[in-house]
């Protein structure tokens, strides 16, 4: 009975793991260092520009100006630089955990393939699929692990697409 709940958590662990890997993410990447203090300095710039009168001091208004420019383009190198790490964590969580969940289901297809998850009475007739859905196990009337699988997988997935 076990082996149902556990096939059914998985199936709808992967068919959810875009959406998990999405939420889980803000919190493994944030902003770097170089980035915040980026931003402080270019905040606090722009702070002392306003206090600046540009017709009375056109010269250390420019000079403000042109460091505020120079820590933007900074700011925006440190982003990419943030960006490629994002990049490489979301891909990293998503692949990362459908191949785990990959692994576990192929795990339980293989050394539980001969295994039923349910027996019906002989009153239950599945022919003509009666084959298919007991494959490999050749109990009459019984619903196979690999089947099992393949169902929850199709169920999980075709949830996970009407959850926005």
């Known amino acids: 009975m076990y082996l149902i709940f556990v096939i059914s958590i998985l199936s709808l662990l992967m068919a ?3 959406k998990i890997s999405k939420t889980i993410l803000p919190f493994v990447c ?7 203090a980026r931003r402080k300095e ?3 710039l722009r702070a002392e520009l306003a206090k ?9 208004y420019v000079k403000c100006e042109r460091e505020i420019s120079k820590l933007e383009v ?3 190198e ?3 630089r943030d960006n490629v790490m994002r990049v490489a964590y979301e891909y990293g969580l998503h692949y990362g955990g459908m191949a785990v ?3 576990c289901m192929m795990y339980i297809s293989i050394f539980y393939r001969y295994s ?5 009475g002989d009153n239950f007739n599945f022919e003509p699929f009666g084959g298919f859905i007991k494959f490999p196990t050749n109990v009459p009337n019984s619903i196979s692990v690999v089947f099992w699988i393949v169902v929850n997988n199709f169920v999980a997935r075709t949830l996970a697409s009407y959850v926005q």
């Open 42 to 44: 270019i905040v606090k």
């Open 74 to 76: 900074s700011l925006s």
């Open 52 to 60: 600046i009168s540009m017709r009375d001091e056109y010269i250390k």
């Open 30 to 36: 944030r902003d770097s260092a170089e980035v915040v």
């Open 101 to 103: 969940l990959g692994l």
């Open 78 to 80: 440190a982003k990419s």
């Open 16 to 18: 959810f793991t875009s």
């Open 116 to 120: 039923t998850v349910i027996v019906f």
